[in-house]
């Protein structure tokens, strides 16, 4: 099994800074790429930002600029640093990691639990 723990969501004001982390763990063989998303309730699930093996990264167009992704590769560790947040970036936010798990022989996406991003005006 495969679990992400994700850290570093909050309450912060316009113009603030957070920094979200999430960390995967379990029975991996190998992660392809890592990532997050946010959803906003009666909204889809929508990408944020991601990076794959090979460190090619895509932001969707409202973050760039503001939010920086990178990633551990010797921890399996991925984080979004979300500057000059908006009261529209509230959501919450969900790390995703594509990844084989050990004595699988196909790729799957794990999700984490999420975790709450308020931005206040």
């Avoid at 850290?7 to 004001?13: A, K, M, N």
């Avoid at 929508?46 to 920086?68: C, H, P, Q, W």
């Avoid at 551990?72 to 084989?100: G, H, I």
């Avoid at 050990?102 to 984490?112: A, I, P, Q, R, T």
Wanted: with cysteine.
């Amino acid at each position: 099994q495969v679990q992400l723990v994700e850290s570093g969501g909050g309450l912060v004001q316009a113009g603030g800074s957070l920094r979200l982390s999430c960390a995967a763990s379990g029975s991996i063989f190998s992660i392809n790429a890592m990532g997050w998303y946010r959803q906003v309730p009666g909204k889809q699930r929508e990408l944020v930002a991601d990076i794959t093996n090979s460190g090619t990264i895509n932001y969707e167009d409202s973050v760039k600029g503001r939010f920086t992704i990178s990633r551990d590769n010797a921890n399996n560790t991925v984080y979004l640093q979300m500057n000059s947040l908006k009261p529209e970036d509230t959501a919450v936010y969900y790390c995703m990691t594509r990844l084989m798990e050990l004595g699988y022989g196909y790729v799957s996406d794990h999700w984490g639990k999420g975790t709450l991003v308020t931005v206040s005006s």
